[in-house]
């Protein structure tokens, strides 16, 4: 995927104890095949009008998150007070049909070829 | 106008007026609707029925005390026990769950009056108009508190049940039809004459707590047993003081309806929190059940894909290794081990691979339906692994029967040229033995010059024999080379006779020249030469030549494969045949030759002596050709019997033949089907899913075709019969065509199952799944049963999606792309595409419902305690999520507390932070 086609934000969050929630629900990483993104937002949060659901996370204090484990970006947000995040915005906005879908009638499917034509040896055998 | 109040339902709620009459009493009505008595009829003075006054002051006095018991106090007398206000302003914080502003400590009647107003005021404060005055209750107005506590109750304990819209009254009406409806005898109109049997109570406990009472015991006879039974029940078991008088309801014509309400409202409310609590332990059930379940299919995909990377890896080096043991009956052996791989131990290993891939994309799609993260299996367990381990598979496997074939083939031609060369080299030996010591002997010395004449021309015939010779040294030294090429495994003898054949062979023709150069320097002495056996020296030298040759060929080993080359051999024997009558007289001549100069020498008295022409004794002149002639009928029974078994073999090649061309259509057209099913779908998924069951059915039935078949190419195997012209089928060809019918029409039905299950789970109609499936049909021009990322984009701006032509478009359709294509693959799969186009629109946030649910069977806790998870949920699901479940760590933590919060969005693969 190429991810230079969203824009990067860099975002600075700060707080002023660990038992202070930052306000953001975290989703994804590469054990989940899912980028690390935001998934909603508390308000009056430290991460209330910083973040944005649908953000994607590009990179943790200068750290990559491309293979980044959920648990591994769970484990450094949760242990800091101060966070340096670059986000790319709208990377995970869900997409939505903006007007009916055209209709397709189930016409006369095309002939299909047979598995065993010109099959005179055994190394040229049609694969499907 | 309301009587006694009034309500409005307003966008902020409802709001509760009263109006009051000039003298200031609360009328109370002796019949019809109260609630919407007209005005001037509640004017009257003293209205208050004794009896209804005695059942209100019962009933409101339990129900204050049903609350007033939670910060340990009590009322006894109703009139008197709030005139100071004190209790009444704790009463209404306790049902509020509220703080009132402090009380005026004192004893004066100023100090009352401002306390019950401050009582008053907080009522007010909460929408209600009141009519009362402080004075009213401090002076102890027996009506007016009953109002106000009337007013209270309302407000408090009934005003929030009103049910779609509907007056509080109304509200709870409703929920006693709703929750009674079911029991025979009970009809609830009213809260009057439809409670009077009891019958109603009953059935409203029975309806939440069947293990309390056995409804169908009772009878609408016995009133009073009933009323009492409900109200026992309610005190012992759901904590609901007795606030009626059985006996007193059962014989009031119509009971005090305000009563009625506030016991039933007490019912209603002790329901309703053990409702909410059974509500949120069966969402919380169904979300473990769901993760349960998944675990299990996740393990059962790790449990498989072992198993099969195990026995992949372990039949790999066998299919590589191409080390053979030069003998013909272990490669026959390792043939038969591989058949049997390819019958018995490849085709469950490769229903297990099909299985794997569907349980993967089963597995995917109820993970994408529930909305949980996707399954990622451990390194090296990954569908692609899986796919390319078996590629190595049939990598390493194909070629292998045909490299034991040619290996048997080798073997054979080996074994054969063997036999040749021991043959060749066994006459040549027979001929050469002697003829050194001949030649190196020098008896010539004393001979006369006739007889070294003779002896020189002795020698020139044997120059002639010799040459003759050459062509079988050079074909044994020919065998030799190709025995050594083949790689004959005895191929040191082999050489060392070759060598020792050839040595000798050329130690002769240097002897040859020698004694030829001796003989002809001596020539010159030798004038007479005797020419009485020339001529038959001559005749009989090439004759035996002849003979010998004849001998060999009539005993020559044929290797062929097919009827015309038996039929050349027969064609050439009996060209050899036709030249027999010549070789009789020929033999007839030398012999006479022989009898001719026996008869000379008889006639002359001459002792015989030997030729000196040649070594040719008639005598073995005779005997060879005696021998010859025994050879040819001989030869002629093993051209025949050869000829009959080319021709059975013939007959073994139409036998399978036959069945392949019988067997190898049914497959293409079985598949041609197949085909069309897997692109149209026809009638509803089930019958689709029917009509691929049959076709599985058939198939099985079909398998006996094969396994015949399969027999039918072990003969050909077993006769060496390597080539077919009857059909262009192969049983290789058959296999992997029958098999991959097989594999893809378990792959369908898998796909049909899945598709039937999002039907079921998205609640979509047939209908609609027909188009998606159009749809995709039309963008999907290969045919492969997937889009390639042009083909879907394609597809998408069809379905409505507006995706533009340029960077920002590019953007969002890769992001679509990263979704349904997790794996990426490169291609959008039916299943994927369907489930995309059918996700749900409104984005319901599952965590936080999951949350909810943990917190009411929490009782609002940011924990949950061990005993709380044990007490709500199934046994195994409660230990399952103690495992699961870490500590909660917040300031208000308590010993063994959990914390659901974070369990809740792990479950989704989601944390807050």
């Known amino acids: 995927m190429d ?56 990179s943790i204090d200068g750290q990559d998150t491309s293979s980044m484990k959920h648990e591994d970006a769970e484990n450094i947000l949760r242990n800091s007070l101060r966070l340096q995040l670059v986000l790319r915005r709208g990377q995970l906005t869900t997409i939505r049909p903006s007007k009916p879908a055209v209709k397709f009638g189930s016409g006369p499917a095309t002939p299909i070829s047979s598995a065993l034509n010109n099959t005179t040896t055994a190394n040229n055998y049609r694969r499907f | 106008m309301s009587a006694y109040y009034h309500e409005t339902n307003g966008h902020n709620g409802m709001s509760t007026k009263q109006h009051r009459n000039g003298n200031g009493t609360y009328p109370q009505k002796n019949s019809g609707d109260e609630y919407m008595m007209p005005e001037e009829e509640w004017e009257r003075e003293s209205v208050l029925d004794p009896a209804w006054e005695r059942q209100q002051k019962k009933t409101f006095t339990a129900w204050c005390n049903s609350h007033l018991r939670k910060v340990e106090t009590s009322i006894e007398n109703i009139e008197e026990d709030f005139q100071n206000g004190l209790k009444l302003m704790l009463l209404l914080e306790v049902i509020s769950n509220e703080q009132l502003p402090k009380p005026d400590r004192g004893r004066m009647r100023f100090h009352k009056i401002a306390n019950v107003n401050k009582a008053l005021d907080f009522i007010a404060s909460k929408g209600v108009k009141l009519m009362v005055g402080a004075e009213e209750i401090v002076d102890g107005n027996l009506k007016m508190t009953l109002g106000m506590i009337w007013t209270i109750i309302l407000r408090f304990a009934i005003q929030d049940i009103s049910v779609e819209e509907m007056s509080a009254k109304e509200g709870l009406l409703l929920w006693c039809q709703r929750k009674t409806s079911p029991y025979k005898n009970v009809n609830v109109q009213n809260f009057h004459t439809s409670f009077k049997d009891g019958l109603a109570f009953c059935a409203l406990i029975h309806r939440h707590r069947p293990d309390l009472l056995d409804y169908n015991k009772l009878t609408k006879e016995d009133p009073l047993t009933n009323l009492n039974l409900a109200f026992d029940i309610a005190e012992k078991h759901l904590d609901i003081p007795k606030m009626l008088d059985a006996e007193e309801i059962n014989n009031s014509i119509k009971a005090d309806e305000k009563v009625v309400m506030t016991y039933v409202s007490s019912y209603y409310h002790a329901f309703s929190t053990t409702q909410k609590a059974e509500q949120a332990a069966s969402r919380i059930c169904k979300v473990l059940s769901i993760n ?47 058949r049997d791989y390819c019958r018995s131990q490849k085709p469950p290993k490769l229903s297990q691979k099909a299985k794997l891939e569907t349980d993967f994309n089963t597995l995917q799609t109820r993970l994408r339906l529930s909305n949980r993260p996707i399954f990622t299996p451990t390194e090296g367990k990954l569908i692609a692994n899986i796919v390319e381990a078996w590629k190595g598979l049939e990598l390493a496997e194909k070629g ?152 060999e060929d009539l005993v020559d080993m044929f290797f062929i494969h097919t009827l015309d080359e038996i039929s050349g051999l027969i064609e050439a024997h009996n060209q050899f045949k036709a030249t027999l009558g010549d070789a009789n007289s020929e033999f007839k001549t030398i012999i006479r030759l022989v009898e001719e100069a026996r008869q000379i020498c008889h006639e002359n008295n001459l002792e015989i002596t030997s030729n000196p022409y040649t070594n040719i004794e008639s005598d073995e002149i005779t005997s060879k050709w005696n021998e010859v002639q025994t050879l040819v009928p001989q030869r002629d029974q093993d051209l025949q019997n050869e000829h009959s078994k080319q021709q059975q073999n013939e007959r073994f090649r139409m036998q399978f033949a036959q069945k392949a061309n019988v067997v190898g259509p049914w497959i293409e057209q079985q598949h041609e089907q197949l085909q069309q099913l897997t692109v149209q779908v026809v009638g509803t998924l089930e019958q689709h899913q029917k009509q691929l069951e049959a076709m599985e059915t058939s198939f099985v039935q079909y398998r006996p075709h094969i396994d015949e078949l399969e027999k039918y190419n072990q003969q050909i195997q077993e006769c060496m019969i390597f080539e077919n012209r009857h059909t262009p089928y192969t049983m290789e060809v058959i296999r992997v065509a029958w098999e991959q019918l097989n594999t893809q029409l378990t792959r369908q039905i898998a796909e049909i199952k899945n598709q039937i299950y999002t039907l079921e789970k998205k609640g979509i109609s047939e209908e609609q799944m027909n188009e998606f499936r159009a749809a995709f049909a039309h963008f999907d021009k290969s045919r492969s049963r997937r889009l390639d990322p042009k083909e879907f984009r394609s597809c998408l701006i069809a379905c409505g999606y507006n995706i533009r032509e340029d960077r920002q478009g590019d953007a969002d359709f890769q992001r679509i792309m990263a979704d349904v294509d997790p794996s990426q693959t490169g291609f959008v799969t039916f299943e994927s595409f369907l489930d995309f186009m059918t996700r749900e629109n409104s984005e319901e946030d599952n965590v936080d419902q999951l949350i909810q649910a943990f917190k009411t069977l929490s009782a609002d806790k940011p924990y949950i305690t061990a005993a709380e998870l044990k007490r709500e949920l199934p046994a195994d699901q409660a230990v399952w999520c103690m495992q699961r479940m870490k500590p909660y760590t917040g300031a208000d933590s308590v010993a063994g507390a959990y914390d659901y919060k974070t369990f809740s969005s792990a479950l989704y693969g989601e944390s807050d932070l």
Request: hydrophobic content about 35%; overall charge negative; proline content about 2%.
């Open chain 1, 3 to 58: 991810y230079t086609l969203f824009p990067t934000i860099p975002v600075f969050l700060e707080r002023s104890s660990l038992d202070h929630s930052w306000g953001f629900r975290l989703q994804g990483g590469i054990d989940y095949r899912l980028p690390l993104s935001i998934k909603k937002v508390v308000s009056n949060s430290p991460a209330h009008n910083k973040l944005f659901p649908g953000d994607g996370i590009a």
């Open chain 2, 292 to 338: 349960q379940e998944n675990e299990q299919m996740m393990s059962e995909y790790e449990r498989l894909a072992s198993d099969l990377l195990e026995w992949i890896k372990q039949k790999r080096p066998w299919l590589e290794n191409r080390a053979t043991d030069n003998t013909l009956n272990g490669t026959q052996a390792k043939l038969g081990e591989f």
């Open chain 2, 400 to 551: 292998f029967e045909d490299w034991l074939l040619r290996e048997l083939r080798r073997l054979e031609r080996l074994d054969h040229l063997g036999k040749k060369f021991q043959h060749k080299c066994d006459i040549h030996e027979e001929w050469s033995v002697g003829k050194i010591d001949l030649l190196k002997s020098a008896d010539f010395k004393q001979y006369s010059l006739n007889d070294l004449r003779a002896l020189l021309r002795k020698h020139l015939a044997f120059e002639s024999d010799l040459a003759a010779h050459q062509d079988r040294v050079e074909q044994i030294a020919a065998i030799a080379q190709e025995l050594n090429v083949l790689g004959y495994d005895q191929i040191t003898r082999v050489n060392q006779r070759c060598e020792k054949i050839c040595n000798e062979w050329d130690q002769l023709s240097n002897l040859t020249k020698q004694r030829r150069s001796a003989l002809t320097e001596a020539e010159k002495i030798v004038e007479n030469i005797d020419s009485l056996f020339l001529e038959y020296a001559k005749k009989a030298a090439s004759f035996s030549n002849w003979l010998d040759g004849a001998r």
